[in-house]
């Protein structure tokens, strides 16, 4: 990967996390009773969005609708079968957080396994089914 394919590939990792973060502090905004601020971090999770699109667009990571189906199927199959099962197992095993932590992150990682195979289940029919 050239040096610039790297940084575009950065970019779009770090535009994304500021947009999950940005909306997580909307959240608790809006939970406080702010909605004026839950407003302008909305505003800047949308930017960071567009940020982000422009890196995968520049890079050439957006294919055709039917590779992106099966791109984002075997994306989902990876979470199912490897990622969130290791990172269940490695916080189980985490001694460095307390109880009530390790569980918070557990339930996290299970409860988004299980929408994986929803999401998994979808781009498979989506496949099966696409007509270009």
Not at 40 to 57: D, Q, V
Not at 73 to 87: H, V
Request: proline share 2%.
């Amino acid at each position: 990967m050239s040096k610039t394919a790297d940084n575009l590939m950065k970019a779009a990792q770090g535009e994304a996390f500021a947009r999950l973060k940005y909306m997580a502090f909307a959240q608790r905004a809006m939970e406080q009773g702010h909605p004026e601020v839950a407003q302008l971090f909305e505003e800047a999770a949308g930017a960071e969005t567009i940020h982000g699109i422009n890196h995968l667009l520049a890079m050439g990571f957006v294919k055709s609708t039917k590779e992106n189906i099966d791109a984002a199927a075997s994306g989902e199959q990876d979470e199912i079968d490897e990622m969130y099962p290791r990172m269940i197992e490695e916080a189980k095993a985490d001694t460095e957080l307390s109880e009530e932590e390790r569980h918070k992150a557990i339930k996290a990682f299970e409860t988004a396994m299980m929408r994986e195979k929803a999401h998994d289940a979808m781009f498979q029919e989506a496949s099966k089914n696409f007509v270009d």
